[in-house]
């Protein structure tokens, strides 16, 4: 098919994406522009590799992400198109040049896993790990939900209030701390947040001057970096292995540079699933004392631990008030509740009260209360009992599947707890080139370079479980199977 206009892309290798997804997020932006309109015929996938000096490979996979978000659509013989079910945006581009001034906005973070992506039907979608909001108990729900709408109209409580939490969520939580992970906390040392990731950004807020290093581990969690990054931090990396984080390689850091904090996930490591080893724990909380640095321990996801009990946190120690220890109810309950908390001494904690009354004055408390009393009525551990259960078994069928279908491809040690699993790709396998071939069938996974800070290629994938049932298991690591085949 003859088209008469060039599609004019540019590839960085500043940019921090990778090269199929700068593709894709070009052309969605030449759509949104208008300069694409419905039913336009796109360039060939090998036309459009020559100009652009790329592999075809990597045109395909960001062709076949195009689609699965339906921005294009192919049709055999004919090509690819942009989507005829879209509105035409080029009347909207002309009024809005006409109309507006483009804002002084600071450029922001362009990592793909900070932008928000709506599901799409029939997409099995194995994500970094999140849970299964269908599990919920509904009716207990709606019952705490009542009964705290109730009881904080009544009481005359829904004005303004603590920017640290409602005292009966602080608690609640800070029982569940002394009690089940072996900390010694009151609620003064506690500030309630919206989700862990909150309390990641509250801790880099109050740690974090402009210029400050603070180090993460090499694969790690994308928006902690970011949080620390926006505050201003200069980001350094340290090596991992299968222990958990390389601590003479932390030392010899912390001789070169000043080290702010370190960020670590020692429980469940994100993305390798790794549990950092006691001895490894011990040497960390030396260094924090010896460098006089902060340790932010993130544990998101301490209660699914299948193999044996749950290590004790680094916060359970004697640590002199050097670890900031955040958690969340999310991963028990759903992600959209957005119930975390961040443990740490009672400055530390004001100073996070007076963060939180710049971003929204304070957290919703009905939702608060809500929770507080399921956690007082036994609901929430009896809510955790049953959805072990089912997270265990999906885990079990994992990787079974995974070792029947799969040995060919990848290796991976089960991991002990968590909600994902960590898979090697065997030499010769590029994981850019399955993660395209997935997309064609209907199954989305997490490359392991979008968790590196480095744009070195990682040949593994972040295998979330927790989200899909049985059936999508099976279906999902089949098709797997038949991207490593190429088929």
């Avoid at 060939?44 to 996979?61: C, F, H, P, Q, Y």
């Avoid at 991992?240 to 390389?246: P, Y």
């Avoid at 079990?396 to 599947?401: E, F, H, K, S, V």
């Amino acid at each position: 098919m003859l088209r008469s206009w060039s599609l004019k892309l540019t590839i960085t290798d500043t940019s921090g994406l990778p090269v199929y997804l700068q593709i894709a997020q070009q052309i969605m932006e030449e759509i949104q522009r208008g300069r694409l309109a419905p039913s336009t015929a796109m360039p060939g996938t090998r036309e459009l590799a020559e100009k652009l000096n790329v592999n075809r490979k990597t045109v395909i996979l960001a062709y076949d992400e195009l689609i699965a978000q339906g921005w294009l659509v192919s049709e055999q013989r004919r090509g690819s198109f942009v989507s005829a079910n879209l509105p035409n945006f080029s009347t909207q581009a002309q009024t809005s040049k006409s109309s507006h001034q483009p804002a002084n906005v600071v450029e922001g973070p362009t990592h793909p896993l900070l932008n928000y992506q709506s599901p799409v039907d029939g997409v099995i979608d194995f994500n970094d790990g999140i849970p299964d909001a269908r599990l919920i108990p509904f009716n207990i729900l709606s019952r705490a939900f009542r009964h705290a709408l109730i009881g904080s109209s009544k009481g005359k409580s829904l004005g303004y209030g603590d920017p640290r939490g409602t005292l009966a969520l602080r608690q609640s939580i800070a029982t569940m701390l002394n009690m089940e992970r072996g900390l010694s906390v009151d609620i003064d040392q506690i500030c309630i947040a919206r989700g862990s990731q909150m309390g990641i950004f509250l801790a880099a807020r109050v740690l974090t001057r402009p210029n400050d290093n603070i180090v993460v581990e090499q694969l790690s969690y994308p928006a902690a970096k970011e949080a620390f990054r926006s505050c201003g931090a200069n980001i350094l990396t340290v090596k991992q292995d299968k222990h958990g984080i390389d601590v003479v390689a932390l030392e010899k850091l912390c001789q070169q540079h000043p080290i702010r904090a370190i960020y670590v996930t020692p429980h469940h490591q994100f993305p390798t699933t790794v549990i950092m080893t006691a001895e490894r724990r011990l040497k960390l909380l030396m260094l924090a004392e010896q460098y006089d640095f902060t340790i932010v321990e993130d544990d998101y996801d301490h209660e699914f631990h299948f193999s044996y009990h749950p290590v004790f946190p680094l916060a359970s120690t004697n640590h002199g008030g050097r670890v900031i220890y955040v958690g969340s109810l999310s991963k028990v309950l759903a992600p959209g509740l957005r119930v975390g908390y961040l443990v740490a001494t009672p400055s530390l904690i004001d100073r996070c009260a007076q963060e939180v009354m710049l971003i929204d004055r304070q957290g919703n408390s009905i939702t608060e209360l809500a929770v507080a009393e399921l956690m007082h009525s036994g609901e929430i551990k009896r809510h955790i009992r049953r959805t072990f259960k089912v997270y265990n078994e999906r885990r079990n069928l994992l990787i079974a599947l995974i070792k029947k279908e799969l040995r060919e491809y990848v290796t991976f040690d089960a991991p002990d707890g968590g909600l994902a699993i960590w898979l090697r790709l065997k030499e010769g396998y590029d994981v850019e080139q399955v993660a395209g071939q997935a997309l064609k069938h209907h199954v989305r996974i997490l490359p392991g370079t979008l968790f590196s800070e480095t744009e070195q290629s990682v040949h593994a994938i972040r295998l979330g479980f927790g989200s899909l049932t049985t059936a999508e298991l099976e279906k999902g690591v089949l098709a797997l199977k038949t991207a490593f085949m190429g088929g």
